[in-house]
């Protein structure tokens, strides 16, 4: 035999769009949302800031061992003269 058809139970809790027809609940979730948007770009800039300062960073260690290099040569040429 087949199962008994069953009829469907509605929930008491209330739905998304009941929930969306109420101003107070629209308005809190669009400050809360504001609110996470606003933290969203603050991070973002944040981060933006944190990899153009690496970026220099490692430009400024590029320039460095460039200069190591160019005063170990004359070192070794100064070497060199003495010998």
Do not use: C, N, Y
């Amino acid at each position: 035999m087949t199962a008994p058809l069953q009829v469907p139970v509605r929930s008491s809790r209330p739905t998304a769009h009941a929930a969306a027809a109420d101003p107070a609940t629209a308005a809190a979730k669009a400050a809360a949302d504001a609110g996470v948007a606003s933290q969203s770009a603050a991070f973002d800039s944040s981060q933006a800031e944190s990899a153009e300062l690496q970026r220099e960073l490692e430009a400024l260690d590029e320039m460095m061992m460039a200069q190591l290099k160019d005063e170990d040569a004359i070192l070794k040429k100064w070497i060199a003269m003495i010998d």
